[in-house]
Protein backbone atom coordinates (compact mmCIF):
# COMPACT_ATOMS: atom_id res chain seq x y z
CA UNK A 1 0.00 0.00 0.00
CA UNK A 2 1.47 3.26 -0.79
CA UNK A 3 2.64 5.23 2.30
CA UNK A 4 0.63 8.40 1.55
CA UNK A 5 -2.93 6.44 0.97
CA UNK A 6 -5.13 4.71 3.37
CA UNK A 7 -7.69 2.50 1.87
CA UNK A 8 -10.98 2.05 4.50
CA UNK A 9 -14.24 0.91 4.01
CA UNK A 10 -16.88 3.67 3.37
CA UNK A 11 -19.93 4.26 5.42
CA UNK A 12 -22.88 6.63 4.80
CA UNK A 13 -21.53 9.06 6.22
CA UNK A 14 -18.96 9.71 3.27
CA UNK A 15 -21.71 9.89 0.64
CA UNK A 16 -21.12 13.54 0.23
CA UNK A 17 -16.86 12.98 -0.34
CA UNK A 18 -18.08 9.84 -2.87
CA UNK A 19 -19.97 11.67 -4.73
CA UNK A 20 -17.69 14.49 -4.97
CA UNK A 21 -14.92 12.04 -6.36
CA UNK A 22 -17.43 10.48 -8.64
CA UNK A 23 -18.39 13.90 -10.22
CA UNK A 24 -14.99 15.32 -10.54
CA UNK A 25 -13.70 11.94 -12.32
CA UNK A 26 -16.48 10.74 -14.41
CA UNK A 27 -16.76 14.30 -15.79
CA UNK A 28 -13.34 14.90 -16.34
CA UNK A 29 -11.87 11.45 -17.75
CA UNK A 30 -15.41 10.46 -19.26
CA UNK A 31 -14.78 13.46 -22.02
CA UNK A 32 -14.07 12.59 -25.45
CA UNK A 33 -15.12 9.12 -25.05
CA UNK A 34 -18.84 10.07 -24.73
CA UNK A 35 -21.19 12.42 -26.53
CA UNK A 36 -21.93 15.65 -24.62
CA UNK A 37 -25.47 15.22 -24.55
CA UNK A 38 -24.98 11.49 -23.34
CA UNK A 39 -22.62 13.07 -20.78
CA UNK A 40 -25.26 15.60 -19.50
CA UNK A 41 -28.10 12.93 -19.04
CA UNK A 42 -26.09 10.46 -17.87
CA UNK A 43 -23.67 11.65 -15.30
CA UNK A 44 -26.37 13.36 -12.45
CA UNK A 45 -27.38 9.88 -12.22
CA UNK A 46 -24.19 8.02 -11.94
CA UNK A 47 -22.32 10.34 -9.74
CA UNK A 48 -24.52 10.13 -6.26
CA UNK A 49 -22.97 8.06 -4.03
CA UNK A 50 -24.73 4.50 -3.56
CA UNK A 51 -26.05 4.17 -0.43
CA UNK A 52 -26.15 0.62 -0.60
CA UNK A 53 -22.55 0.42 -1.80
CA UNK A 54 -21.81 2.65 1.46
CA UNK A 55 -23.67 0.20 3.63
CA UNK A 56 -21.84 -3.00 2.37
CA UNK A 57 -18.50 -3.38 3.66
CA UNK A 58 -17.27 -3.99 0.21
CA UNK A 59 -17.17 -0.55 -0.52
CA UNK A 60 -14.15 1.63 0.07
CA UNK A 61 -12.24 5.02 0.25
CA UNK A 62 -8.93 5.74 -0.51
CA UNK A 63 -7.47 8.86 1.55
CA UNK A 64 -4.79 10.86 1.13
CA UNK A 65 -2.37 12.08 3.72
CA UNK A 66 -4.36 14.83 4.80
CA UNK A 67 -7.60 12.09 5.20
CA UNK A 68 -9.42 14.09 2.12
CA UNK A 69 -11.25 10.91 0.57
CA UNK A 70 -9.74 10.99 -3.47
CA UNK A 71 -10.42 7.79 -4.80
CA UNK A 72 -13.54 5.08 -4.07
CA UNK A 73 -14.62 1.97 -5.30
CA UNK A 74 -15.77 -2.14 -4.52
CA UNK A 75 -17.35 -4.85 -4.70
CA UNK A 76 -20.68 -6.57 -4.58
CA UNK A 77 -21.70 -10.27 -4.78
CA UNK A 78 -24.52 -9.29 -6.80
CA UNK A 79 -24.23 -7.72 -10.13
CA UNK A 80 -24.98 -3.89 -10.59
CA UNK A 81 -28.83 -3.16 -11.01
CA UNK A 82 -29.43 -6.27 -8.89
CA UNK A 83 -29.58 -8.28 -11.64
CA UNK A 84 -28.99 -12.31 -10.88
CA UNK A 85 -25.04 -13.17 -10.59
CA UNK A 86 -23.10 -17.14 -11.45
CA UNK A 87 -22.52 -18.38 -8.79
CA UNK A 88 -18.97 -17.90 -7.76
CA UNK A 89 -18.26 -14.68 -9.73
CA UNK A 90 -18.47 -10.44 -8.05
CA UNK A 91 -18.64 -7.38 -9.56
CA UNK A 92 -16.11 -4.56 -9.26
CA UNK A 93 -18.42 -1.75 -8.33
CA UNK A 94 -18.54 2.30 -8.87
CA UNK A 95 -14.29 2.62 -9.11
CA UNK A 96 -13.50 6.53 -9.12
CA UNK A 97 -10.52 8.57 -8.49
CA UNK A 98 -10.47 12.16 -8.48
CA UNK A 99 -8.48 13.82 -11.21
CA UNK A 100 -5.97 15.66 -8.53
CA UNK A 101 -5.05 12.15 -7.12
CA UNK A 102 -4.78 10.05 -10.50
CA UNK A 103 -1.63 7.71 -11.35
CA UNK A 104 -0.89 7.60 -7.28
CA UNK A 105 -2.35 3.56 -7.29
CA UNK A 106 -5.65 4.73 -5.14
CA UNK A 107 -7.63 2.51 -8.27
CA UNK A 108 -5.29 -0.03 -8.28
CA UNK A 109 -5.28 -0.16 -3.98
CA UNK A 110 -8.94 -0.27 -4.00
CA UNK A 111 -9.11 -2.66 -7.06
CA UNK A 112 -6.77 -4.94 -5.18
CA UNK A 113 -8.81 -4.75 -2.21
CA UNK A 114 -11.50 -6.16 -4.08
CA UNK A 115 -10.02 -8.98 -5.65
CA UNK A 116 -8.73 -10.37 -2.27
CA UNK A 117 -11.98 -9.99 -0.15
CA UNK A 118 -13.48 -11.87 -2.83
CA UNK A 119 -11.15 -14.49 -2.82
CA UNK A 120 -11.46 -14.83 0.49
CA UNK A 121 -14.94 -15.06 0.61
CA UNK A 122 -14.37 -18.36 -1.86
CA UNK A 123 -15.40 -16.48 -4.92
CA UNK A 124 -13.78 -17.52 -8.14
CA UNK A 125 -13.67 -14.84 -10.63
CA UNK A 126 -14.79 -11.05 -10.68
CA UNK A 127 -16.73 -9.09 -13.58
CA UNK A 128 -16.71 -5.51 -14.00
CA UNK A 129 -18.96 -3.48 -16.67
CA UNK A 130 -16.58 -0.60 -17.51
CA UNK A 131 -16.15 2.46 -18.97
CA UNK A 132 -14.75 3.09 -22.07
CA UNK A 133 -11.70 4.66 -20.86
CA UNK A 134 -11.25 2.92 -17.77
CA UNK A 135 -10.76 -0.41 -19.93
CA UNK A 136 -6.81 -0.59 -20.53
CA UNK A 137 -6.89 -0.03 -16.56
CA UNK A 138 -8.42 -3.16 -15.86
CA UNK A 139 -6.86 -4.74 -19.00
CA UNK A 140 -3.87 -4.10 -16.72
CA UNK A 141 -5.05 -4.79 -13.73
CA UNK A 142 -5.78 -8.84 -14.82
CA UNK A 143 -9.33 -7.77 -16.82
CA UNK A 144 -10.04 -9.81 -19.92
CA UNK A 145 -12.95 -8.33 -22.04
CA UNK A 146 -15.57 -10.39 -22.96
CA UNK A 147 -17.97 -8.10 -25.17
CA UNK A 148 -19.05 -4.63 -25.86
CA UNK A 149 -22.73 -3.89 -23.48
CA UNK A 150 -24.93 -0.55 -23.86
CA UNK A 151 -26.06 -0.18 -19.75
CA UNK A 152 -28.90 1.23 -18.97
CA UNK A 153 -28.80 4.34 -17.37
CA UNK A 154 -32.32 6.61 -16.84
CA UNK A 155 -33.62 6.83 -20.05
CA UNK A 156 -30.40 6.13 -22.21
CA UNK A 157 -27.87 3.51 -22.81
CA UNK A 158 -24.25 3.84 -21.53
CA UNK A 159 -21.49 2.10 -24.02
CA UNK A 160 -19.33 -0.16 -21.60
CA UNK A 161 -16.73 -3.02 -21.87
CA UNK A 162 -17.98 -5.98 -20.14
CA UNK A 163 -15.03 -7.84 -18.26
CA UNK A 164 -13.57 -10.44 -16.29
CA UNK A 165 -10.49 -11.87 -14.19
CA UNK A 166 -10.20 -15.72 -12.50
CA UNK A 167 -9.42 -14.73 -8.97
CA UNK A 168 -7.31 -17.95 -9.05
CA UNK A 169 -4.56 -16.06 -11.04
CA UNK A 170 -4.03 -13.78 -7.53
Same mark, same amino acid.
Given at each position: ?????????????????????????????????? &????????????????????????? *??????????????????????? &???????? *????? &????????????? @??????????????? $??????????? $?????????? &? @??? /???????????? /??????????
Amino acid at each position: MSPTLRIRPATPADAEAVSAVLAASYGRLFAGWY &APDTLAAALPLMTRANPALLESGTY *HVAQGEDGRIVACGGWTQSAPGG &AESPPGTG *HVRHV &ATHPDALRRGAAR @LLVETALAEARARGL $ERMECLSTLPA $EAFYARMGFR &A @LAH /VTVPIGPLGFAS /VRMTRDLAAG
